[in-house]
């Protein structure tokens, strides 16, 4: 059968997530489909939702489904999710999911399909995973560390974020892309950065119109504040030690002009990303193949300024990524802290004395942000952090927190050290 039906689509889409896949790879297939944008909501949607149909759809099914099946437990879900969050009328909702699963060879499922979406839902207690859309132990970690906050974050964690762009400085003024873009019917919104718009209404990078010439870059307002807090001196030798795919790298050539910048990263397989990026928004970028815990691809001269924007659980970001949560458990945040150990003892080594290293993650837990700046500041007698004085996020110890917001920007920490 055709693999095209946009519902289809989307429950392979979400099956290959289930199994361990990123969202972001799994919709590669989809990119250019004629029905591109359905398939993305119904992805997004159900996987924003996962824990809430997830647990519905149990409820409904005499026994599981085979693993062969996963698919059709998939399409259910996409089925389900349309009927509570589309304008979509119920009986087509469920007509046209009922059809896609004969495009994904399963018409045995055809009447199972049917009947589950037909039954009414029942009245239960939804459980707390259910509730917050989250896995148990990311809730609970967020109620501890946020005992004020956490059902503000959870709540906001499910929402749409915004599509913000970082408008080439080089090229345009935030004021003048939104009289262009206003010109072709597109409203924004004003960003909180000199250099940062928001679109009311998010559309592909590239049907908005500059986006050949160069005009901007999608990137989420936290993310572009790493540079504004790094902020690196005239002709600096600034390292960026995991560049990929390379936004933040451009986004300091556009900045600073006349700095030297190296940029690195283990994952060789990103870096044509960043390249082509580097022509169309005209400043020239080389992405280098590297393992920042590692100095056998170092020279040996030392930086004056070093980013690590190092990799991490990603729980700012649960907006944008909502597979996260499907994915990620305690065991990571334990493995990728011992990463970003082996980042920041083996980059201090690279810094000159005097110069500033920022660490940063798009993670709201402080095992990947405090703890590990903790951990480090124990073991690094010349280091000291810098207060970053800033109108948005909070103080931490030895940093700044920025939490997800609704209709805002992601969660990010920033943490400035100075070396002696």
Not at 168 to 182: G, K, M, Y
Not at 226 to 243: F, G, K, M
């Amino acid at each position: 059968m055709s693999l095209d039906d946009p519902r289809a689509a989307a429950a392979r889409t979400i099956r290959a997530v289930s199994a361990g896949e990123s969202l972001e790879r799994a919709l590669d297939a989809y990119r250019d489909h004629s029905e591109r944008a359905l398939i993305f909501e119904l992805s997004y949607g159900v996987l924003r939702h996962w824990f809430s149909l997830s647990e519905w759809l149990d409820s409904q099914l005499r026994k599981p489904l085979r693993k062969k099946d996963l698919d059709v437990y998939c399409l259910i879900l996409v089925g389900r999710y349309q009927l509570q969050n589309s304008s979509i009328a119920n009986y087509a909702a469920v007509n046209l999911t009922v059809e896609a699963a004969r495009h994904l060879d399963k018409s045995w499922a055809c009447g199972l399909v049917n009947s589950v979406l037909r039954t009414p839902k029942k009245s239960v207690q939804p459980s707390i995973e259910a509730r917050f859309e989250a896995p148990s132990w990311l809730i609970q970690s967020i109620q501890r560390h946020y005992p004020e906050s956490a059902e503000k974050i959870l709540q906001a964690n499910n929402t749409r974020a915004p599509m913000t762009l970082r408008v080439n400085r080089n090229r345009q003024t935030a004021e003048s892309l939104a009289h262009v873009l206003r010109n072709h019917g597109i409203a924004t919104v004003p960003g909180n950065l000199a250099n940062s718009l928001s679109l009311a209404t998010p559309q592909a990078a590239n049907t908005i119109p500059g986006y050949n010439e160069g005009w901007f870059t999608v990137q989420d307002e936290a993310s572009q504040r790493v540079i504004e807090v790094l902020a690196p001196q005239p002709s600096a030798r600034v390292l960026d030690a995991c560049a990929a795919p390379g936004i933040k790298a451009l986004q300091l050539l556009e900045a600073h002009r006349d700095i030297d910048l190296t940029a690195v990263d283990i994952d060789a397989t990103r870096s044509p990303f960043g390249e082509n990026e580097s022509l169309r928004l005209g400043r020239p970028l080389k992405l280098h193949a590297a393992d920042a815990t590692q100095q056998d691809w170092w020279n040996g001269v030392l930086f004056d300024s070093i980013l690590i924007d190092a990799p991490c659980t990603g729980t700012g970001t649960l907006r944008r990524k909502p597979d996260i949560k499907v994915h990620r458990t305690p065991e990571d945040v334990v493995l990728l802290q011992s990463g970003q150990r082996h980042l920041l003892c083996n980059l201090w080594r690279m810094l000159a004395s005097g110069g500033t290293l920022l660490y940063s993650t798009c993670s709201i837990l402080p095992d990947e942000n405090d703890s590990v700046i903790q951990h480090f500041l124990g073991q690094t007698a010349d280091a000291v952090t810098e207060p970053i004085s800033a109108n948005w996020g909070h103080a931490t110890r030895f940093g700044r927190q920025s939490l997800p917001e609704e209709g805002g920007a992601d969660g990010f920490f920033y943490s400035r050290i100075t070396k002696l």
